[in-house]
């Protein structure tokens, strides 16, 4: 399941919990027009005041309008302030634990787009006894039927030591992931964690390593993984990207899409609920990383805390499988540049090749076969002289252009490369895949390139032909009927 539309539709009313420092947001926004005669600061004339959900309740209402089922699971005090929050959760079951605190209240004024103070409302410091109690009861009820846990930590004392651990195994014996979005300094408080998703300022707190380029961000991510002792690290950094390092794999960079900032706040919140959502909808981790960056992207282009959309993540989505069409077409040097990072990422490159001239429904079945032999499947397709010199002056019936953007929309195919030989065993030496594949018209003694293939520790898969489709066929049915 790659992360696209695919993905997002089967995110659709998959059950996460939140557990965390839930608060809520107030906006104040007006205009500055004049310097107060009682002190040499700015007067705000309000127009404008809202209120929405923020830190916790906000990764829990962006898991709702991303089509998810949400559950909040926090700590509010008997005030209005509770109320509101309740409020501004449309869409979200709320399991409100009572506090003998206040509710944590976030103030901002604005004026011309820009901030101008914040005021913080809250007591930070760890809940009591019966508190803990309180929210580990509740979300134990919570997790059933649930599919992901997101701890989300603000700081403000829910997530204290005996919460973390109990909610991490409450979520562990019911087989449900568990993402943490950390603040602590220490990452070995959240131990048994799957994801810890720390930013670039936060993993250099706890490891005291700068996420600087690509390679140091990598290195960042090991000592954190080791921290943690989660099964993966996904380091949010700003502006470059994400970059997701499992246990046993190689560090996935993924990179931002340039987009229009104007206004940082909840981002972090809308990135781990996507994530968590893919996840729970049983995308891998690389792919939930993927489509956690576009939904971060979308959030930063709000003005204040805000939740993405499901609507505005399948438009991006959309937009990107258009393009991805045009880059799975390539040519033999970038192929070859692209299937190197494949490698380096652990994942098993996949080779098949052919004519594929008027694509029919045994093509497809061959390469849905040939897709779940690897990981990345590369297709490689002859050139039309190369066509005309093996099937006669009359084929191809399509161009090689026509052939290859026909191939890229097919799911199972990952990268579409041309070859000029009348047999792909230049190419195929090139690659080296790990899996070679051909219809089960081949013997193992006529695929072209097994030998090399073998003696490089790879395989040759052998797919059975559906009966009754053949191009040649097909050709000769549309001739003889004109």
């Known amino acids: 399941m790659t992360a696209g539309p695919d993905l997002l539709a089967a995110m659709a009313g998959q059950r996460v919990v939140v557990l965390g420092d839930a608060m809520l947001d107030r906006y104040v926004a007006g205009e500055v027009r004049r310097i107060s005669p009682e002190a040499p600061i700015p007067?705000?004339?309000?127009?404008?005041?809202?209120?929405?959900?923020?830190?916790a309740a906000n990764a829990a209402l962006n898991v709702a309008s991303l089509g998810g089922q949400a559950v909040l699971v926090a700590a509010?005090?008997?005030?209005?302030?509770?109320?509101?929050?309740?409020?501004?959760?449309?869409?979200?079951?709320?399991?409100?634990?009572?506090?003998?605190?206040?509710?944590?209240?976030?103030?901002?004024?604005?004026?011309?787009?820009?901030?101008?103070?914040?005021?913080?409302?809250?007591?930070?410091?760890p809940v009591d006894a019966a508190t803990e109690a309180g929210l580990l009861a509740a979300t134990a009820a919570a997790l059933a039927g649930a599919r992901a846990l997101i701890l989300?930590?603000?700081?403000?004392?829910?997530?204290?030591?005996?919460?973390?651990?109990?909610?991490?195994?409450?979520?562990?014996?019911?087989?449900?992931?568990?993402?943490?979005?950390?603040?602590?300094q220490d990452f070995s408080a959240y131990a048994g964690a799957t994801v810890?998703?720390?930013?670039?300022?936060?993993?250099?707190?706890?490891?005291?390593?700068?996420?600087?380029?690509?390679?140091?961000?990598?290195?960042?991510?090991?000592?954190?993984?080791?921290?943690?002792?989660?099964?993966?690290?996904?380091?949010?950094?700003?502006?470059?990207?994400?970059?997701?390092l499992a246990r046993e794999g190689q560090a996935l960079h993924v990179p931002t899409r340039a987009r229009e900032v104007a206004d940082v706040s909840g981002a972090g919140d809308t990135l781990v609920a996507a994530f968590a959502l893919a996840l729970a909808a049983g995308a891998d981790m690389a792919d939930a990383a993927r489509l956690a960056n576009e939904a971060a992207g979308l959030a930063v282009a709000h003005h204040g805390t805000a939740a993405v959309t499901r609507g505005e993540l399948a438009q991006v989505l959309r937009r990107d499988e258009a393009l991805a069409l045009e880059d799975k077409i390539a040519d033999e040097t970038t192929a070859l540049a692209r299937?190197?990072?494949?490698?380096?990422?652990?994942?098993?490159?996949?080779?098949?090749?052919?004519?594929?001239?008027?694509?029919?429904?045994?093509?497809?079945?061959?390469?849905?076969?040939?897709?779940?032999?690897?990981?990345?499947?590369?297709?490689?397709?002859?050139?039309?002289?190369?066509?005309?010199?093996?099937?006669?002056?009359?084929r191809p019936v399509q161009s090689e252009t026509a052939r290859a953007t026909v191939m890229a929309s097919i799911a199972s195919a990952d990268l579409v490369v041309l070859f000029e030989e009348d047999t792909p065993e230049r190419l195929i030496r090139a690659v080296a895949p790990d899996v070679l594949i051909k219809g089960s018209d081949y013997t193992l003694a006529t695929v072209v390139g097994a030998d090399f293939v073998q003696a490089h520790g790879g395989r040759v898969v052998l797919i059975p032909l559906e009966a009754g489709h053949s191009t040649t066929a097909t050709i000769s049915r549309i001739h003889a009927s004109t």
Not at 209 to 214: E, M, T
Not at 221 to 228: E, N, P, S, V, Y
Not at 345 to 365: K, R, W
């Open 43 to 55: 007067v705000l004339r309000a127009r404008e005041r809202r209120e929405v959900a923020g830190g």
């Open 76 to 125: 509010v005090g008997r005030d209005e302030a509770a109320a509101g929050l309740r409020a501004a959760l449309a869409g979200v079951e709320t399991v409100f634990v009572e506090a003998a605190r206040p509710t944590t209240v976030k103030t901002r004024f604005v004026a011309g787009g820009q901030q101008m103070l914040r005021l913080d409302e809250e007591e930070a410091g």
């Open 152 to 184: 989300s930590d603000y700081a403000k004392g829910v997530l204290t030591d005996r919460v973390l651990a109990g909610a991490i195994a409450a979520a562990r014996a019911a087989g449900v992931p568990v993402i943490v979005d950390p603040k602590r």
């Open 196 to 244: 810890v998703a720390p930013n670039a300022l936060e993993v250099a707190r706890a490891t005291g390593l700068a996420a600087g380029d690509d390679a140091a961000a990598a290195e960042a991510c090991r000592a954190a993984l080791l921290q943690a002792r989660a099964e993966a690290i996904l380091l949010k950094r700003s502006e470059k990207g994400l970059t997701l």
């Open 339 to 394: 299937i190197a990072a494949w490698r380096a990422a652990g994942l098993a490159v996949g080779f098949t090749n052919g004519c594929f001239d008027l694509i029919h429904p045994g093509h497809v079945h061959l390469l849905a076969r040939a897709r779940a032999a690897c990981d990345r499947l590369v297709v490689a397709l002859n050139t039309d002289a190369s066509v005309k010199r093996l099937k006669g002056p009359d």
